[in-house]
C-alpha cells in the first residue's frame, strides 16, 4: 500500500474541487457505508443504532455530519458534538434536518454519552492540522474524557484518528487520541497511518477512491508497506 502525504493529496484534490466535482459526497457517502458495516458486524442495525459524531471545524467534519446526515435517515439515533466553535454549516443542517440531536454539556458527561453510544465516528481534524498535531481546548478535553472512559463504542475515524500526524505517524499525546476501529480515508492512505505509532491507534484502514486515483499515480509515494498492512475499500 502506498502513503501520501497530506500536501500530495491536497494537491491531487485541487483540480478536482475547481471543476466543481462533489469531493465531499463521495467521501460521506464512503463514510456512511463504511458505517453501516460496523454497525452490521456487531449485529446492530443502523435502524436500531446510537451514534454519536465529533465534528471538528474542517472538512472531516463536514464529511462526518453529512455521513451523519444519511446514517439519520435510515433510522440511526444521531447525537451531534460539536469540538469547534465553527462546523461545516451546511452539513450540520442536513445532519439536523435528517433528525440528528446536537448535544452540548461539560467533557465528562459528553464523554459518557458517547462511550454509551453504538459507534462513535471521530471528525475532528483532518490531515490539514499543524506540525504538532495534538487536540486543543474542549476537543482535547472531549477526547481525553472519552478515552479514560474506556468506551464500548466502536470508533470510526474520518480520514484519520485526530490527534495523529498525517505524515509522520507521530501521536504525541496518546491520552488524548482516540483509538479507532476502523479508520475510512480517501483518495489515498495517508503516509502516516502505515507508520508506528499511528498505525497502532488506526485499527482497519479503508481506503476510498472519491476520484482521485489518476492523479496519485503520477506522484512519488512518501511510504509503502507490503499488503496486509493496511485493508483498502
Request: proline share 6%; charged share 25%; with cysteine.
Amino acid at each position: 500500500m502506498k502513503g501520501y502525504s497530506a500536501k500530495q493529496v491536497r494537491d491531487a484534490e485541487a483540480p478536482h474541487l475547481a471543476a466543481g466535482e462533489p469531493l465531499m459526497a463521495r467521501a460521506a457517502d464512503a463514510l456512511a457505508r463504511e458505517c453501516v458495516r460496523v454497525l452490521e458486524g456487531e449485529g446492530i442495525a443502523p435502524a436500531h443504532s446510537r451514534v454519536v459524531v465529533l465534528a471538528g471545524g474542517g472538512n472531516n467534519g463536514g464529511d462526518a455530519l453529512y455521513a451523519a446526515a444519511a446514517l439519520a435517515a435510515r433510522g440511526a439515533r444521531l447525537e451531534v458534538i460539536r469540538t469547534s466553535s465553527r462546523v461545516h454549516e451546511e452539513a450540520l443542517a442536513a445532519a439536523l434536518a435528517a433528525g440528528a440531536r446536537p448535544v452540548e454539556s461539560e467533557a465528562r458527561r459528553l464523554a459518557a454519552l458517547a462511550a454509551s453510544a453504538d459507534l462513535i465516528i471521530d471528525g475532528i481534524l483532518g490531515t490539514g492540522t499543524s506540525a504538532d498535531p495534538r487536540l486543543r481546548g474542549a476537543a482535547r478535553d472531549v477526547v481525553a474524557a472519552i478515552v479514560a472512559a474506556r468506551p464500548a463504542a466502536r470508533v470510526v475515524a474520518v480520514d484519520i484518528p485526530s490527534g495523529i500526524h498525517p505524515d509522520t505517524g507521530d501521536v504525541p499525546e496518546p491520552g488524548a487520541v482516540l483509538r479507532a476501529d476502523v479508520t475510512v480515508t480517501f483518495g489515498g492512505a495517508k503516509a502516516g497511518l502505515l507508520l508506528p505509532p499511528a498505525r497502532d491507534v488506526a485499527g482497519e484502514l479503508r481506503v476510498h477512491d472519491i476520484g482521485l486515483a489518476a492523479e496519485l499515480e503520477k506522484l512519488t509515494p512518501l511510504v509503502e508497506v507490503p499488503d496486509g498492512e493496511g485493508r483498502p475499500g
